[in-house]
């Protein structure tokens, strides 16, 4: 085994307890035992149109394995903007990505934490929040936030570990597509994907 590869798997197995210890302390702040799989990640970030110029928003980077697939998809680091809840992230997302806006925040409060962009829209927005945790009202306001923040059409990229949606169908003026279903991933995961519906 070469060093890389070595330091590879020292790096996934220090990722792997860290997120297990952190699931163990704030069971509610997480929503798996064990990090993203890198297949599910990459299934996440390929809706994201790559160009040097779309700025992307990732919620819940957690130990940074969907941050990874983002940036591979081939956007420019400074153009991805990760909100992490979770205090115990920030410190290696910040090492192992730094040249990402990583921004310790609520990513209810997106606000609070997020520079003003103008006229500029995201082009994708991938969310790890573990919504199933949150009341439905909470997510369906979440989910039109972070709708009126894309480039029209644009879609808000989600994970879930549930049989449905985590955020209902008819319950405001969005679409609601499952992606994928990847069994390759501890949990299994369900893909979902959210885009505004526009009424002439």
């Excluded at 307890?17 to 064990?34: C, N, Q, S, Y």
């Amino acid at each position: 085994m070469n060093n890389r590869l070595a330091n590879d798997v020292v790096r996934r197995i220090e990722n792997e307890f860290r997120f297990f210890k952190t699931w163990i302390d704030k069971p509610k702040a997480l929503g798996a035992v064990l990090p993203t799989s890198s297949v599910t990640a990459r299934k996440m970030a390929s809706l994201i149109t790559p160009s040097p110029d779309n700025l992307v928003l990732e919620l819940g980077p957690g130990t940074g394995v969907i941050t990874k697939a983002i940036l591979e998809r081939g956007i420019v680091p400074q153009n991805l903007y990760t909100v992490e809840h979770t205090e115990d992230f920030i410190d290696q997302l910040e090492a192992d990505f730094p040249d990402v806006n990583v921004l310790h925040g609520d990513a209810f409060d997106l606000n609070a934490h997020l520079p003003d962009f103008g006229n500029q829209k995201f082009d994708s927005i991938i969310s790890a929040i573990p919504l199933l945790n949150f009341p439905i009202k909470e997510r369906v306001a979440l989910l039109n936030d972070l709708l009126d923040r894309l480039a029209p059409g644009r879609p808000v990229v989600q994970i879930s570990y549930g049989p449905a949606s985590p955020v209902p169908p008819s319950w405001g003026s969005y679409s609601v597509e499952p992606l994928d279903w990847v069994v390759r991933n501890l949990p299994p995961a369900r893909l979902w994907v959210y885009r505004r519906v526009t009424f002439a």
